[in-house]
Each structure stands twice: as structure tokens, then as C-alpha cells.
């Protein structure tokens, strides 16, 4: 069965520090890969979503970048973090346009 | 650009009343609506899909094309239904979501 997993769970970083949110998928292969922000009061943001390895379609412009390094892998990164990229952070994958799967999430906390 | 919206943040019922989260939707094309549920220290997930017409949990939608609307009904609601509540749309040859903000149900004993 297909699994997905995310890591860290939280993390709490100085103002100015790079970040790396990493996520895994096993059990399937080519899948859509999603990397969405949860913030209080604001839903659902959809960051940047992939359709293959190196494939990046990024949704919102921010300091964050992401990357598909292997088929199943997809990370979150910055350079420089800002206090607002604190929230929830959800990896999530599909096979095309269908049902969505999501991680555990990253909490991350910028101070 | 589609638009997904959720009116209520927040919706409060008493156990066993009637629930309705509204859902509505912007699309011109033919649409593929989703509702996603995320119980408390539980994962984002899906709860229901219109092209399914399933029950599940006893929740229902049905999608009006007319009103562009894709509302999600349960005749007695369970204080299990707490919960976080994503309304979602899909369009032809998109490979991605639009959510809709959110309700947080909240069912009183």
C-alpha cells in the first residue's frame, strides 16, 4: 500500500535560517506531488506541485523553492527564513488529477 | 481563475441536529468536487467525492451545476463529526486542487 511520510514533524527556526522540509512516497511510482501551507484562518495554499522528477509549477511567489530530486522525494527549502512562513506544512501525492493523500505535516515555527 | 468558497469558518450544532457546510464554486467547465475532513491530530483526508455519489459516514453532497454549489449534509450529526472541513475542485487537465478556506464543525453534546 502506498504510504507518505514527512519530516520533521516540527521545527523551530531563527529568522534568516535555511529551511529543508523533506517527503517521501512509497508504494507507487510518478505520482503528483503537492507541498500546501496550513495557516490559522487562512485554509488551504497550495505552494508548489510537481508532475515528474525536476518538474516544478509554483503556485505563490515567496521565498520558499521546492525540488524534485528522485521520483518520490519532494523537498521544501529556503534560504532565508521569514517569520511569516511560519504555519502547517502538507505533502500530499495523487495519481494525476485525482484524490489527493496527505502527510502528517511539518509545524514549523519562525522566531 | 476557479474559486472555491466557504462561507462559514466556524459552525456549531447540537448532537443530533441536522448539518449543512456550504460549498460553492466558480468554474464555466465541467468540475470534479471533493470534501476532505481533518478529525483532531488526525491527517488531512478525503471524505467524499461527487462523481462517487457514496454516502460515507453518513454525509452527502450533491453537486448543483445551477448554483454552482456543492453542499455537505448529514440528517443527525455525531459529536465524532468534529472536525476540520476542505471543500476542493478540480478541472479538466489540471493536475492540482483549489480548497476552499475551511469550516471547523463543531458538535455540542
Known amino acids: 500500500s502506498q504510504t507518505i511520510h514527512q519530516w520533521p514533524a516540527t521545527l523551530v527556526q531563527p529568522v534568516g535560517s535555511p529551511l529543508s522540509l523533506e517527503c517521501t512516497v512509497e508504494?507507487?511510482?510518478?505520482?503528483?506531488l503537492y507541498w500546501y501551507r496550513q495557516a490559522a484562518g487562512r485554509g488551504l495554499q497550495l505552494l508548489f506541485y510537481?508532475?515528474?522528477?525536476?518538474?516544478i509549477s509554483s503556485e505563490v511567489p515567496q521565498n520558499l523553492s521546492a525540488s524534485r530530486p528522485q521520483d518520490r522525494q519532494f523537498i521544501l527549502s529556503s534560504k532565508k527564513l521569514l517569520l511569516s512562513d511560519s504555519g502547517f506544512y502538507l505533502c500530499?501525492?495523487?495519481?494525476?488529477?485525482?484524490?489527493?493523500?496527505f502527510g502528517p505535516g511539518t509545524r514549523l515555527t519562525v522566531l | 481563475a476557479q474559486r472555491v468558497t466557504q462561507p462559514e469558518k466556524l459552525l456549531s450544532v447540537f448532537k443530533g441536529a441536522p448539518v449543512e457546510l456550504k460549498c460553492n464554486y466558480s468554474?464555466?467547465?465541467?468540475?470534479?468536487l471533493f470534501w476532505y475532513v481533518q478529525y483532531s491530530r488526525q491527517r488531512l483526508q478525503l471524505l467524499l467525492r461527487?462523481?462517487s455519489r457514496e454516502s460515507i459516514k453518513g454525509f452527502t453532497a450533491d453537486l448543483n451545476k445551477g448554483e454552482t454549489s456543492f453542499h455537505l449534509k448529514k440528517p443527525f450529526a455525531q459529536e465524532e463529526d468534529s472536525a476540520m472541513y476542505y471543500c476542493?475542485?478540480?478541472?479538466?487537465?489540471?493536475?492540482?486542487?483549489?480548497f476552499g478556506q475551511g469550516t471547523r464543525l463543531t458538535i455540542n453534546p
Open positions: 500530499a501525492w495523487s495519481v494525476g488529477s485525482g484524490t489527493q493523500y
Open positions: 461527487h462523481i
Open positions: 510537481s508532475v515528474g522528477i525536476g518538474q
Open positions: 468554474y464555466s467547465g465541467s468540475p470534479e
Open positions: 476542493a475542485l478540480s478541472t479538466q487537465g489540471a493536475q492540482k486542487l483549489v
Open positions: 508504494g507507487t511510482s510518478n505520482p503528483n
